[in-house]
């Protein structure tokens, strides 16, 4: 009987062996050229939120007019820690657009006295401007009424908080938004009233639910002032979760309400608003919560 050839099972091996080399090489990203159909990687998508925005509408209260930061019981709009024009603050707009563009690019619509009930109105304004980036300060003045029954229920903050982003919005879908913090009010009382001239001027009615009373320390006068601390805490809440909801919104994080405010950063004539260098301390951390690669 003849033998059978076993030429054809080998010509099969060395086939299959070839085969899965030049598998084993495109595996391993070898000389081949790839597939014509590759689809080539996709572009990195363009972050929703802008740290150098072109330009910057402020609203808010007193705070942001500079109230009290240059003459006694007036604004000082160009001490604004947003959008003034003041080389000791460096306004937030002034670092962000440098200070020709700031000029031109930077609007202040903030009222003395403001409460967020207010700010709808002042949000409608601001959009005309078509800015691109808009700082709210809010939330102050709700606290301070002439007693605690008299605040702005949180409730209501809320509401007129969305309302005011929804406004927004609407007129500027991609507009961005920084939110600052209420400042910490009993703190303020804390550093204030070690000056007789403060006290004296805060007689004139500036934050009688907190600052009424400045030397009591009857139980009484620390319950007034325990209850306005929280809510003025009530209403940083509401801000952040508002916020929080807007892709393009950023809460500072509390970090104007942490901020220890001493007596050189506060007015010389009320010991209660922001002077010069408190407004350039605002600008900063408003500068780096925009500014940040994340919130």
Known sequence: MRKRSHRPRAVLTVAVAAA????????????????????????KPTPLWDRSPGSVAAVGDSITRGFDACDVLSDCPEASWATGASPEVDSLAVRLLGRARAAERSWNYAVTGARMADLPGQIARAVRQKPQLV??????NDACRATPSAMTPVSAFRADF????????????KAQVFVASVPNLKRLWSEGRASPMGKQVWKLGICPSM???????????????????QRVEDYNKVLEEVCAEDKRCRHD????????????QLSRWDYF???????????????????????
């Open 20 to 43: 899965l080399g030049v598998a084993g090489c495109d595996a391993v990203g070898g000389d081949s050229p790839a597939p014509s159909h590759t689809a080539r990687p996709s572009p």
């Open 135 to 140: 700082t709210v300060m809010m939330g102050a």
């Open 162 to 173: 969305e309302d005011s982003l929804r406004t927004l919005r609407k007129a500027l879908p």
């Open 211 to 229: 600052l009424g009373d400045a030397d009591a320390l009857d139980s009484l006068a620390s319950e007034r002032r325990d209850t306005v601390q």
């Open 253 to 264: 994080g509390g970090a104007v309400y942490d901020h220890r405010f001493g007596t050189a």
């Open 273 to 295: 608003h922001p002077s010069v260098n408190g407004q350039a301390r605002l600008a900063e951390i408003a500068y780096r919560t925009v500014t940040a690669e994340r919130p």
